[in-house]
C-alpha cells in the first residue's frame, strides 16, 4: 500500500500514519473507517485502487494539451488587466482603478495556477503513458523471444 494512502491529517493538520496505535482524539472514528476501507480494498482478490487504460489517457491527452495551450494563451494576455488606467484623476476613479488592478492580479494568479495544473497533468499523462507503453512492448517482447507457451 502506497505511503500516501497509509497517512492521513491529524486534527492539529499534521500528518498521522494510519496505523499509529496512539492516534486517538475526535478523528479516531473516522480512522477506523479509512483502515476497514483500506483493508476491503486489498482483500477482494485484486489489488484494489483503479486500472488504467493506455487508449484512454491517448484520447485525453490532446483535450489537456488543448486546454494547457489556452490557459497559456490567456495567461500571456492577463498580464495586459495589470496596465489599466483610471478614466480620471478624482477619488472614485482611482479607487475603482485600485479595485480593478486587485481583482486584475487575482485572475492573473488563478490562470496561472490553472496553467500550472494542466501542464503537469500533461506531462504526468506522457509519463503515464511512456511508462505503460513500455511495459506493454517489454512484455511483448517477452512474448516474441520466448515464445506464447510461458
Known sequence: MPDFVREVTGAA???VPADDPSFKGIHATEMRVLQERLSQAGAGGGSGGFKLDVE?????????????DTLDWI?????????????????SSTTQNRAALAHAERYARSIEDQYNY???YVDSLTKMIAKYQHGDGSASDMFTTMGMDL
Do not use: F, I, N, S
Open 13 to 15: 493538520g499534521y500528518r
Open 75 to 91: 495567461r500571456q494576455r492577463a498580464t495586459d488587466l495589470g496596465y489599466v488606467l483610471p478614466p480620471a484623476a478624482d477619488e
Open 118 to 120: 494542466a501542464a503537469a
Open 56 to 68: 484512454q489517457m491517448l484520447a485525453l491527452l490532446p483535450e489537456w494539451k488543448d486546454l494547457r
